[in-house]
Nanobody, 126 residues
Framework: VQLQASGGGLVQAGGSLRLSCAAS????????LGWFRQAPGKEREFIAA??????YYGDSAKGRFTISRDNDKNTVYLQMNSLKPEDTAVYYC??????????????????????WGQGTLVTVSS
């Protein structure tokens, strides 16, 4: 299983970015996909997770970030709007296999995930 995150970069406060995570080597529809971020000196933080139409958002993402997935392209996205300097972090995508037609609140935790991408750096300037 490989997860390849991309789309990070430098953006001014108030701007937008869309992160992508392309997955390979797995049955994409059977997996919940999540986004996390980690700023220097801080713990990895849950941003959002999705399986089928069920989505969860962390507090820092609500109202500004949107997670989506394209099952035909085996890709999950994170649209980030109204970015703030405190959003600066390395963003990681992750995947976990779940039983059919289920989604779990455990996907809010890093420990739930079996596979991780390499991360993409987002820097928001003030």
């Amino acid at each position: 299983v490989q997860l390849q995150a991309s789309g990070g970069g430098l953006v001014q406060a108030g701007g937008s970015l869309r992160l992508s995570c392309a997955a390979s080597g797995l049955t994409f529809n059977s997996y919940a996909l999540g986004w996390f971020r980690q700023a220097p000196g801080k713990e990895r933080e849950f941003i959002a997770a999705i399986k089928w139409s069920v989505v969860y958002y962390g507090d820092s993402a609500k109202g500004r970030f949107t997670i989506s997935r394209d099952n035909d392209k085996n890709t999950v996205y994170l649209q980030m709007n109204s970015l703030k300097p405190e959003d600066t972090a390395v963003y990681y995508c992750a995947a976990v296999s779940l039983p059919a037609h289920t989604m779990s609140i455990s996907t809010l935790k890093t420990s739930a995930y079996d596979y991780w991408g390499q991360g993409t750096l987002v820097t928001v300037s003030s």
